[in-house]
């Protein structure tokens, strides 16, 4: 092991040399780095808080800047321009598929997340087309896979009335079966027990760190050398009976659902248009043999139920913490909610053009929040020029938001906790526009028309039904966010009181 390690090391020092190790002046500025380690070391002095090492450094060398992890040549962008400019041109429409992004599917060319050339063009287009016929964006098709969803949530809650409610993961369920409706169609108890697994998966996956990843990222051989404290082997050894990883269990679930719709298929073929999304994608089979595979359909499946689940789950859970942390704002919620559905009707989607302060609610969660700080890594695929600065082939783009969210030339007071920033003079929402929430461009996230519905009818729903608040007697919850795969809130716990009320 120790040999694998020297010869490991000795590379790296080669490659440094080869690849060059000074700055450019037309390349974007840089601190100045070490051999081997690159900035490493710039990154770890930077904060002792990892959610603020990029935007300590984009003080002071600005709204784009360069690093090295190790022996990869990156850029950050900490300003809403340069993301917006530099992540829509399709020089950036590539993926960094080294570490976990490479396991993410299995170092194949395959799904919407990791995808590359004309595999993520055809698989992306067919998959949103095909969602969009499905439901996806379509409010009414929506509101209908979330009342199931939500039904779930409400029964879970109601055996929880009055006691104190973990937070941590709460949500995972009922988003993730949203998108399970659309996918598969349907939600029998085996499909609930394949839910449950992929999310006590994912969540051990997730918990695994978030350290290990960075560094394999910056030197890959050492996930060989040193798996215990890098986490890759928490990703490789679910602590489950099953023996599986995330990935793993994420593809034999999407495997399962292939050949059973391709036996159903064989023994009884269509006689009308494909009702799931499973079905019209087995149903293509043998007309692009590229993107209509079995393994390809178990990549988008994954694709779908992380990028839907995951974030939007995480961004209730700091959506309920503010909630509880700011009972005045929570009660503007529900007069807002009364007003717009005196019956006590379900709220729908539509009605949110009626509801500017929940959506201002919304909005100021995702500035301070800041879910999804640090947007997927992109690989630049040929030279560009931004702003006189040269980015070359090769190099991983970096987008990080704190800088942009926590700006006083843009926010005044981005400190504090302010809806009533997003509330016109008469009333009417208001720049909602300079919220960062998602990234930009063809290779945003795929859950993001999922996740504003969702958010959206979950949150009025809950509020509709429940007051929420801190248990009696313990001190408001931590109002930072834990690093991680997102961010979300430090555990904290919560109380549901019913109101009175019939829907």
């Known amino acids: ?74 850029v950050v962008l900490t300003s809403k321009e340069a993301m917006q400019s530099i992540l829509t041109n399709e020089a950036t429409f590539a993926r960094d598929n080294s570490g976990m992004f490479a396991d993410w599917s299995f170092h194949k060319n395959l799904g919407i997340v990791t995808s590359r050339g004309g595999v993520w063009s055809k698989t992306r287009n067919w998959t949103f087309k095909m969602l969009r016929e499905f439901g996806l964006g379509k409010s009414l098709a929506m509101e209908g896979y979330i009342q199931i969803a939500s039904d779930l949530l409400f029964a879970k809650i109601d055996d929880k009335l009055g006691t104190e409610v973990n937070v941590d993961y709460f949500f995972h369920q009922p988003i993730q079966t949203t998108m399970w409706l659309m996918v598969v169609g349907r939600l029998s108890e085996d499909d609930k027990e394949d839910i449950k697994l992929i999310i006590d998966t994912e969540e051990r996956f997730i918990k695994s760190g978030v350290l290990g990843p ?81 393994e390809n359909f178990q990549i988008i499946f994954q694709d779908l139920l992380i990028s839907s689940s995951d974030t939007s789950s995480s961004f209730l859970e700091s959506v309920v913490l503010y909630l509880i942390a700011f009972p005045e704002m929570q009660e503007k919620i529900y007069q807002e909610i009364l007003n717009v559905a005196p019956n006590r009707r379900v709220i729908n989607f539509e009605d949110r053009k009626r509801m500017p302060y929940t959506q201002a609610f919304i909005l100021e969660t995702h500035r301070n929040a800041r879910t999804i700080q640090n947007f997927a890594p992109r690989r630049i695929l040929w030279d560009f020029v931004y702003k006189n600065y040269k980015i070359k082939k090769g190099t991983i783009v970096i987008a990080d938001t704190r800088l942009h969210c926590e700006n006083k030339q843009i926010w005044g007071d981005p400190e504090v906790f302010r809806p009533e920033r997003f509330i016109g003079e008469h009333g009417e929402l208001e720049n909602a526009s300079s919220v960062i929430s998602f990234s930009f461009g063809k290779r945003n996230c795929p859950g993001e028309l999922h996740a504003n519905i969702v958010v959206f009818l979950i949150l009025t729903a809950l509020l509709q039904r429940y007051k929420i608040s801190n248990p009696v007697g313990q001190t408001t919850p931590r109002l930072d966010m834990k690093p991680g795969f997102t961010l979300k809130p430090y555990p904290f716990q919560l109380v549901f009181e019913k109101r009175n009320l019939k829907i």
């Not at 060059?20 to 490493?40: A, C, Q, T, V």
């Open 214 to 294: 960075s560094v394999v990222n910056a030197f890959p051989f050492l996930r060989f050398v040193f798996p215990n404290w890098l986490g890759h082997k928490v990703q490789i050894l679910a602590e489950s009976a099953l023996q599986m990883d995330f990935f793993q269990t994420c593809n034999s679930i999407g495997k399962k659902l292939f050949d059973e719709m391709k036996q159903k298929l064989k023994a009884s073929p269509l006689t009308s248009q494909p009702v799931n999304l499973l079905e019209a994608f087995v149903q293509n089979c043998g007309t692009d043999d590229e993107i209509f595979n079995c």
């Open 1 to 74: 092991m120790l040999g694998v390690a020297l010869l490991g090391l000795g590379l790296a020092v080669l490659a440094y040399y080869l690849l060059g190790k000074y700055h450019h002046s037309d390349e974007p500025p840089s601190p100045p780095g070490l051999p081997i380690l690159g900035n490493l070391i710039d990154l770890a002095r930077a904060s002792d808080n990892i959610t603020k090492t990029f935007g300590v450094l984009g003080e002071k060398y600005g709204e784009i800047f360069s690093i090295r992890m190790g022996l990869k040549r990156m």
